[in-house]
Every structure is written in structure tokens, then in C-alpha cells.
């Protein structure tokens, strides 16, 4: 059983529409679509919007519905400068940059006996890579930062990436990252740009969310052929 996560139902709809929906089982306030896509056995639902949430639904595929890998697939705000509207990124490890305990001598994300960062899983990467050479499509890799805010200001995004060398910022990878860890889960997590991040970001992100869920969504059908 394959995971598919997504945070909005903008960003879960269009992957819907390429799957055959099998059955759709209410559980935990939420709506879990198990489907079929090339003879593969999907469990797809979004989370709603942030960490706990996102943390939530990716327990709920793994223990109840049994997900052996969780794909997450959405929308994300840019940190790196050459990363524009529209431009895919895939996740090398993820991170909570809202996480602060350095009043006690701790790194900014790092809660005691867990991780600052979590590793994405190599292989889905490679077969990402994969994909995007065959498709003629340019695919970025680097770390995601994520905290239950949207980031919509250029100093805030700077302290961000100066804090954890990120390349984007949302808000669900990093909690997803810790249960997929903890739960010895890969997880593979593909973002479409839907805005810069900084002052005006939530304007972009309104006129750009459907389109870029849809890049995302597409590349995963693609990546689901491969896996
Ligand atoms: C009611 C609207 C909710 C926006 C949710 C945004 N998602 C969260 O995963 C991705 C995202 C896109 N751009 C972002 C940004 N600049 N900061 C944080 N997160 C993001």
C-alpha cells in the first residue's frame, strides 16, 4: 500500500482524477480514497492545513491502512532565489523551523532525542531524478523547512534559510519527515513553487495554488508509473 498525502484539497483533486477510486473510508474526521493506479494499491487523503494535522493523517495511512511508503505531493513558498513559480522541488530531509528551545543550549528545531533534520528516502528521490530527465523537466532537490505559519516576509524567510539552509518552506513536511522516522517509514515529499514567501506571497499563493498543485500532481502519476 502506497501513501498519498497532500495538505489541501486543491493539492489532493487533481491525483484523484487520474486514480480509480475503489472506496472512500470516513476515519478520524477525514476522508481516506483507497484506489488502484497501474495495478498499485493507493491510499490518498489531504490533512488539512499544518503540522499536527498533517502528523495525524500520515499515522492514521501508516498504522490503520498499513502505507508502506508515504508520497507527499503539494504546494510550497520558494526560499531559493532561482526557484520561481511553478519550478518543482523534491525533499532531501525536512525540519521545523518553529521549533525553539535554545534558551536551553539546543539548536533552533531540535527537540530533546529527536532529530533537527529527517531524511527523505533516497531511492524515491533517484527515481524522481529519473523521471524528470526523462520528462525533459527541471527537478530541484534540497531541504524543505516547515512550522505552522505562512511565511510572508523577506526576513523571516532569510532567517529561515541562514537557520537551516533550506531551499522552501511550508507547513506539514517536517511533521510528516518525524513520523515516517519514527515509524521507519520512507517518506518522498515533492512541492510545485506557488510563491516567493515574502511580502505579497499570500497574493500568489491564492492566483497560483490550483495550477502548481496540478505540476505537482502530475509529476507524481509519472513518479507512481516508476515505483
Ligand atoms: C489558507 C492558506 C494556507 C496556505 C498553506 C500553504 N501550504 C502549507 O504547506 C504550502 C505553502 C505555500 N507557500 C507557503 C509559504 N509561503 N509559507 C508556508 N507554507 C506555504
Redo the contacts with the bound molecule.
Keep these: 500500500m502506497i501513501g498519498i498525502l497532500c495538505?489541501?484539497r486543491e493539492e489532493l483533486e487533481p491525483i484523484l482524477e487520474e486514480v480509480e477510486v475503489k472506496e472512500v473510508v470516513e476515519y478520524g474526521k477525514n476522508k481516506f480514497y483507497l484506489a488502484k493506479f497501474d495495478n498499485k494499491d493507493l491510499v490518498l487523503a489531504y490533512s488539512k492545513?499544518g503540522k499536527v494535522n498533517s502528523a495525524t493523517t500520515a499515522t492514521i495511512m501508516i498504522e490503520k491502512f498499513k502505507a508502506k511508503k508515504i508520497l507527499f505531493s503539494?504546494?510550497?513558498?520558494a526560499i531559493d532565489e532561482d526557484l520561481k513559480i511553478g519550478d518543482l522541488i523534491i525533499a532531501t530531509k525536512t525540519c521545523q523551523h518553529d521549533i525553539d528551545l535554545t534558551v536551553f543550549g539546543y539548536p533552533y528545531g531540535y527537540i530533546p532525542e529527536s532529530e533537527v533534520y529527517f531524511e527523505c528516502d533516497k531511492s524515491l528521490n533517484s527515481i524522481a531524478k529519473s523521471v524528470a530527465k526523462k520528462l525533459n523537466l527541471k527537478l530541484k532537490e534540497g531541504i524543505i523547512a516547515s512550522g505552522d505559519?505562512?511565511?510572508?516576509s523577506k526576513e523571516k524567510k532569510e532567517w529561515i534559510k541562514k537557520t537551516f539552509n533550506a531551499s522552501a518552506?511550508?507547513?506539514?513536511g517536517g511533521a510528516v519527515g518525524c513520523v515516517c522516522f519514527t515509524l521507519n517509514i520512507p517518506f518522498f515529499m515533492l512541492r510545485a513553487i506557488?510563491?516567493s514567501?515574502e511580502e505579497g506571497?499570500g497574493i500568489d499563493?491564492d492566483e497560483f495554488l490550483e495550477e502548481s498543485s496540478k505540476v505537482s500532481a502530475k509529476f507524481l502519476i509519472e513518479m507512481l508509473k516508476e515505483i
Design positions: 495538505a489541501m492545513i503539494g504546494v510550497a513558498g505559519q505562512f511565511i510572508h518552506i511550508e507547513m506539514e506557488s510563491d514567501a506571497a499563493f
